[in-house]
């Protein structure tokens, strides 16, 4: 087990990774208090021991999979549910599953009774690696994805790589896309060892996966400390973002994973890079054939239109200082954020993608 620790003065906290984590980790940082944890229902069917290893009596709200359950009603009924059994200020809650437990739990936490601490159990890898790590919740409106949200940063994260064993090939694979978007804009040595590691990767018990989660989780840990509110450095997390929320927006069918969107974001923002003379092209060669290699997507859906996309990144742009941007690299772990790009000129590179 590695812990590492989000420096955040008194709101440090420590992030623990490894492969069968004791559970008595979530005890010590309870310290007797009262809680309660939000659970993945799919998780609740595939980990039930593991779960009961790590909850033991807690009083268990199970949200069903998917990002249908960030939504404000379920927010309202599981804040039913706590005051029903008789949480108070002084307790604490547990968020067991991946970035829509995180965020809907976090999300719950940061405004129950004016907010209450919680504590994060990443299980997929797309949470361990990026969204358990960094305070972001968030819920939906219709429309408008994460339009309602706080940073509110956990007490913990205990990343247990033992989760990943009843995830989805789908699932993992996704969670490599933003495990591979955190070592391209920040560790060029760890992008070359994941890029050779190929399908390696996709094996939950790969040595070298947990080394790469510690990693990411210590580079994101970093990036985090450094701008806790994304004013400035955070932003380069973002890259494959522009793109992925476009698509996530646009809600294709069947419904892409996020670390899906993010993966055809960052080839999309390669070539782009490549186009303004930024990005050298060797670098989208070398995701182009990861990628494939993990049977990650390399295409847009065929019946979405370039101009829909582009309407979809221009609505989001006003929650984003009334800009679209984009995050493009001059090599990787040398990010450039903040860059526009003309329409007509990002419209060329989603054809090239398969966009209508
Ligand atoms: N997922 C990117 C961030 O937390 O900033």
Known sequence: ???????????????????????ALL???LAG?????????????????????????????????????????????????????????????????????????????????????????PTTLLAQ???????????????????????????AVMADLAWLDTLSRRDLRAGLAELVKTMAVADPAWLERLAAAGPALLDPHAPLLEAAVTASCRHKAAVVAADER???RRRVLNFGHTLA????????????????????????????????????????RCLTGLF??????GRLPPDLA???????????????GGRVEFVLLEAWGRPRAGIVVAPSRVAAVLREFGAA
Do not use: C
């Open 129 to 155: 690696v990026d969204a358990s790590l960094g305070g972001k919740t968030a819920v939906h409106l219709a429309g408008a994805r994460n339009a309602l949200g706080f940073f509110h940063q956990p007490l």
């Open 306 to 320: 370039a101009a829909r996309l582009l309407a979809l990144m221009d609505r989001d742009k006003k929650r984003r």
């Open 292 to 297: 494939g290699s993990l049977g990650l997507p």
């Open 33 to 121: 208090r009262p809680a309660a944890a939000v659970v993945d229902a799919r998780l609740a069917r595939r980990q039930g021991p593991r779960l009961d290893a790590w909850l033991g009596g807690l009083p268990r709200l199970t949200v069903p999979s998917g990002e249908g359950s960030k939504r404000l009603v379920r927010v309202e009924r599981l804040a039913g549910r706590l005051l029903e059994l008789g949480l108070g200020r002084d307790g604490v809650l547990v968020a067991a599953g991946g970035g829509v437990v995180g965020d809907l739990a976090g999300f719950l936490a940061a405004s129950y009774l004016r907010g209450v601490p919680f504590v994060q159990l």
């Open 245 to 284: 929320h476009a698509l996530e927006a646009a809600g294709p069918r069947p419904a892409w994973r996020h670390g899906e969107a993010v993966a055809l974001g960052m080839l999309a923002a390669l070539r782009l890079g490549e186009r303004e003379g930024i990005t050298p092209p060797a670098l989208r």
């Open 1 to 23: 087990m590695r812990t590492l620790a989000v420096e955040l003065g008194p709101r440090r906290y420590p992030v623990h990774v490894g492969r069968e984590l004791p559970p």
């Open 230 to 232: 994304e004013d400035g």
């Open 27 to 29: 005890a010590e940082v």
